[in-house]
């Protein structure tokens, strides 16, 4: 029996190659879609889901508030996790870390020289400095070596199997005693490997390449006070703590009882009640962009939504399938009354009909998978790092067998249904009218279609707008034929490092095509800070701000175009004298005119400028309290602007600062970016988000429009007699096409005014995340509605104008 409906199955697809076509290119591409959103949402749900009791594993973070504006923290003061071991109940273990990035640069060999370490694309080693305990919260399968015995003494360094090929070339327990000399945290590290791990199979938010012994620091009185270690109120964003609690231990009131025990280590002079500790969920970790410190932060709402686009989009599908068997559904009438006369039961023809609907949906998943790889290539800057299609994984299989299952109930029932419940005698008398189903169910199916896929137009359009807006907005300072590039981390350890780098930019200052150099610590767009609280004393008390800083020299006003309202330009400096602060700062310390702010003291230095507002970060932000100050040791970002004279003559100059470069650091590669990269990168996720709206708006339109063109071609063959008859009459071949698509557009005309408001409403949701953002026109939501009449009617189009130009005998000849 089964054989016999597969036959049936694969000839009467075959029969209908052009109607099986559609089916297929529109299920495969709902399949797909489906496929690539759940890689996705599964690999960026699977973070850290590996660790044993992960319910009771906590990050603690901090939060703080100066005036009206709260700041996150995923960092602690360095002293707090010992006291928290040591002062607190309620804890199992408490593991504290502290991350950076660690620079390899030499693996000495006996009786040989050392091998100059080469890191893959600037790609340095991220390294936990910790403990055993570390491992008791996140375990790792070890190769050689234990928590306890690897990571006791001073200078032990365990190594995962990826970092251990990378500096030895091998990854067997045979580099336990090999010895690495590195630089982190502007100190150089001379380590002997003690351990060695098995690369995670799983995503993780805490996966080191490798692990410092904390003993490595903790005995040395520099790198303490380079961790601050004695410090209770330095908050560093590298210094973590992860703790599990005691079963019953309230995670808020463990967070309230940190606070008092911190506070009961303040001076009495510090300010208390504005710094609070809170027990972070480590399910929160990956979720949470607060306390997001630099890695890949996912976006719970985005990952659901993403799920429901999916979901939207192989509903699409079905709706689609449905149409066009619906369509085809009167050219099978005389079949299924042949079969019923014949003794067929409705339960057989049911399933004979979801067995075809199954071949044909095994076939789309099949291409579905090719689709997806094809996908993933595509959206490789999009999708993140570590999603794939692994088949060595049995949950793949599952849900593309679960997709195919669903896909062909949701798409095969009703038709089955309906064609099954037909009237033999009906049926060879040629009276398939009930084969047609419901038009009222097959017009809200497409006017559904294009419900969404308005949506996805209107997004696009809108998405891109605000893209536009964020990358041409005025941010306070110019962008173009600038160049910037750092000191190499070696720099700081070399015994010339101030003159080695200020000897390069003199160099780099006579060349023909340069205009100016400027060093500084960051450009005015950085892909990091520093903030620190500064105290005025004015007329009102004192008022303490917490304000962003950046170190540059004395042409980098002039260089970025930034407008001085008021006072002079910073003076040369070995260290931090004055202050040159931006508008809103002097605003905040209650100074609306800026020269009333010149010559005030600010904490302990003088305010000599106040410069116009600019954007350091990007426009999600608003713009903060900012100052500028010279401290010429901090100076290692050399921010280049060029001569005006074309594309030539920028490359020339470039190639020229490579050779000066290469002189000065000759182990060291030159990694210039020009500066307007640096500010569209800003908004790279929005770029993402807009790519993948229009592959989505594309999918969607498509997909609409083959569900549209089946229940044209459905139309036009109920009506053929009809539409014989006009001809006849004299009907012109337009008014039949005007017959035909009226109907239709009003459809999609009822789909453009339930989604405008849809739209609107997602988007302006979507807006609410930046600080400065487009005013939403109406003259989008009207261009969105023009696209889709206009697509609509080209799918209208092609098969009105085909039966328009049908021959008038030949249709009423037709049975």
């Known amino acids: 029996m089964l054989k016999s409906y597969?036959?049936?199955?694969?000839?009467?697809?075959?029969?209908?190659?052009?109607?099986?076509?559609?089916?297929?290119?529109?299920?495969?591409?709902?399949v797909a879609a489906c496929l690539v959103i759940y890689l996705i949402v599964q690999f960026e749900f699977n973070f850290d889901q590996h660790v044993p009791n992960s319910g009771q594993v906590y990050r603690l973070v901090s939060k703080f508030k100066f005036g009206d504006?709260?700041?996150?923290?995923?960092?602690?003061?360095?002293?707090?996790?010992?006291?928290?071991?040591?002062?607190?109940?309620?804890?199992?273990?408490?593991?504290?870390?502290?991350?950076?990035?660690?620079?390899?640069?030499?693996?000495?060999?006996?009786?040989?020289?050392?091998?100059?370490?080469?890191?893959?694309?600037?790609?340095?080693?991220?390294?936990?400095?910790?403990?055993?305990?570390?491992?008791?919260?996140?375990?790792?399968q070890w190769i050689a070596g234990s928590p306890k015995a690897?990571?006791?003494?001073?200078?032990?360094?365990?190594?995962?199997?990826?970092?251990?090929?990378?500096?030895?070339?091998?990854?067997?327990?045979?580099?336990?005693?090999?010895?690495?000399?590195?630089?982190?945290?502007?100190?150089?590290?001379?380590?002997?490997?003690?351990?060695?791990?098995?690369?995670?199979?799983?995503?993780?938010?805490?996966?080191?390449?490798?692990?410092?012994?904390?003993?490595t620091v903790s005995t040395s009185k520099k790198r303490r006070d380079?961790?601050?270690?004695?410090?209770?109120?330095?908050?560093?964003?590298?210094?973590?703590?992860?703790?599990?609690?005691?079963?019953g231990t309230d995670p808020k009131r463990f967070g309230e009882r940190v606070i008092k025990m911190v506070e009961s280590h303040m001076p009495a002079s510090e300010e208390k009640g504005n710094r609070w500790f809170i027990l972070q969920p480590l399910a929160d970790v990956h979720f949470n962009v607060d306390y997001g410190s630099g890695g890949h932060v996912a976006h719970r709402p985005t990952l659901l939504v993403l799920g429901l686009v999916g979901i939207f989009l192989l509903l699409l599908a079905c709706i689609?399938?449905?149409?066009?068997?619906?369509?085809?559904?009167?050219?099978?009438?005389?079949?299924?009354?042949?079969?019923?006369?014949?003794?067929?039961?409705?339960?057989?023809?049911?399933?004979?009909?979801?067995?075809?609907?199954?071949?044909?949906?095994?076939?789309?998943?099949?291409?579905?998978?090719?689709?997806?790889?094809?996908?993933?290539?595509?959206?490789?800057?999009?999708?993140?790092?570590?999603?794939?299609?692994?088949?060595?994984?049995?949950?793949?299989?599952?849900?593309?067998?679960?997709?195919?299952?669903?896909?062909?109930?949701?798409?095969?029932?009703?038709?089955?249904?309906?064609?099954?419940?037909?009237?033999?005698?009906?049926?060879?008398?040629?009276?398939?009218?009930q084969a047609a189903g419901s038009a009222s169910l097959r017009k809200v199916l497409i006017v559904g279609q294009f419900v969404v896929a308005q949506v996805f137009i209107v997004g696009a359009l809108l998405v891109g707008q605000q893209l536009r807006f964020l990358i041409n907005s005025d941010l306070g300072f110019q962008r173009e034929a600038i160049v910037t590039f750092s000191t190499p981390t070696s720099s700081f350890f070399n015994g010339d490092r101030h003159d080695v780098r200020f000897t390069l930019a003199d160099q780099i200052r006579k060349l023909?095509?340069?205009?100016?150099?400027?060093?500084?610590?960051?450009?005015?767009?950085?892909?990091?800070?520093?903030?620190?609280?500064?105290?005025?004393?004015?007329?009102?008390?004192?008022?303490?701000?917490?304000?962003?800083?950046?170190?540059?020299?004395?042409?980098?006003?002039?260089?970025?175009g930034m407008k001085l309202l008021a006072g002079?330009?910073?003076?040369?400096?070995?260290?931090?004298?004055?202050?040159?602060?931006?508008?809103?700062?002097?605003?905040?310390?209650?100074?609306?005119?800026?020269?009333?702010?010149?010559?005030?003291?600010?904490?302990?230095?003088?305010?000599?400028?106040?410069?116009?507002?600019?954007?350091?970060?990007?426009?999600?932000?608003?713009?903060?309290?900012?100052?500028?100050?010279?401290?010429?040791?901090?100076?290692?970002?050399?921010?280049?602007?060029?001569?005006?004279?074309?594309?030539?003559?920028?490359?020339?100059?470039?190639?020229?600062?490579?050779?000066?470069?290469?002189?000065?650091?000759?182990?060291?590669?030159f990694t210039p970016k020009f500066f307007d990269e640096s500010v569209a990168e800003l908004y790279g996720k929005e770029r993402n988000l807009g790519k993948l709206i229009t592959l989505a708006t594309g999918i969607a339109v498509l997909i609409s429009c083959l569900g549209l063109f089946g229940l044209v071609t459905f139309t036009a063959e109920r009506r053929m007699k009809e539409i014989g008859v006009r001809k006849v009459l004299g009907a012109s071949i337009a008014s039949i096409v005007t017959l035909l698509a009226k109907d239709f557009l009003i459809l999609i005309l009822i789909a453009v005014f339930i989604a405008s408001p849809v739209a609107w409403w997602?988007?302006?949701?979507?807006?609410?995340?930046?600080?400065?953002?487009?005013?939403?026109?109406?003259?989008?939501?009207?261009?969105?509605?023009?696209?889709a009449v206009g697509i609509a009617l080209l799918t209208i189009s092609f098969q009105s104008i085909k039966a328009a130009l049908m021959n008038p005998v030949k249709s009423l000849r037709a049975e």
């Open 6 to 30: 597969l036959n049936i199955a694969i000839r009467n697809l075959s029969r209908n190659r052009l109607t099986t076509a559609l089916n297929v290119v529109g299920l495969s591409i709902g």
């Open 69 to 140: 504006d709260f700041y996150h923290n995923p960092g602690l003061s360095a002293p707090i996790p010992a006291a928290v071991r040591t002062e607190l109940t309620g804890t199992k273990t408490v593991a504290a870390f502290h991350t950076g990035s660690f620079e390899v640069v030499e693996v000495p060999r006996p009786g040989a020289e050392p091998i100059r370490v080469r890191t893959p694309d600037n790609e340095h080693d991220w390294l936990a400095i910790t403990d055993a305990a570390f491992f008791e919260i996140m375990p790792r």
């Open 150 to 215: 690897s990571l006791s003494k001073p200078g032990q360094i365990v190594l995962t199997e990826r970092q251990s090929r990378l500096y030895f070339g091998d990854a067997s327990p045979a580099v336990i005693g090999r010895r690495l000399i590195g630089q982190q945290y502007r100190d150089t590290l001379a380590l002997t490997v003690s351990g060695l791990l098995k690369d995670l199979d799983a995503p993780s938010d805490f996966d080191f390449k490798s692990f410092v012994s904390l003993a």
């Open 226 to 247: 380079n961790l601050s270690f004695a410090e209770w109120n330095n908050t560093n964003s590298s210094s973590q703590c992860l703790l599990t609690l005691t079963p």
């Open 320 to 433: 689609n399938f449905i149409n066009m068997a619906t369509a085809q559904s009167t050219q099978r009438a005389k079949e299924i009354g042949v079969r019923k006369s014949l003794g067929s039961a409705q339960k057989q023809l049911i399933f004979q009909f979801l067995g075809e609907t199954f071949v044909l949906t095994l076939l789309a998943t099949g291409i579905a998978i090719v689709l997806a790889q094809g996908a993933l290539a595509y959206l490789s800057d999009i999708v993140p790092t570590g999603v794939a299609l692994d088949f060595s994984q049995p949950q793949l299989y599952i849900f593309l067998l679960l997709v195919a299952l669903v896909t062909a109930l949701l798409a095969g029932i009703y038709p089955g249904l309906l064609i099954s419940k037909l009237s033999p005698v009906l049926a060879l008398r040629n009276q398939t009218t």
């Open 512 to 560: 023909t095509g340069v205009e100016r150099v400027s060093m500084a610590n960051q450009t005015p767009i950085a892909g990091g800070w520093s903030t620190s609280t500064l105290e005025f004393a004015g007329k009102k008390g004192k008022i303490k701000v917490n304000v962003y800083r950046k170190e540059a020299d004395t042409a980098y006003l002039g260089l970025y």
């Open 568 to 669: 002079r330009n910073l003076l040369p400096s070995d260290t931090a004298r004055e202050y040159i602060v931006n508008e809103t700062l002097a605003k905040r310390i209650g100074f609306l005119n800026p020269a009333d702010a010149v010559g005030k003291v600010l904490d302990k230095f003088p305010i000599i400028g106040v410069v116009r507002d600019f954007h350091h970060r990007s426009l999600h932000n608003a713009i903060q309290p900012t100052a500028l100050m010279s401290h010429k040791g901090n100076l290692h970002v050399f921010n280049i602007q060029f001569r005006r004279g074309g594309a030539d003559s920028f490359d020339k100059t470039l190639a020229q600062i490579k050779t000066l470069w290469g002189n000065t650091y000759p182990d060291e590669a």
């Open 762 to 787: 997602g988007v302006d949701r979507w807006l609410q995340d930046f600080a400065y953002k487009i005013d939403i026109g109406w003259w989008l939501f009207i261009l969105a509605a023009l696209l």
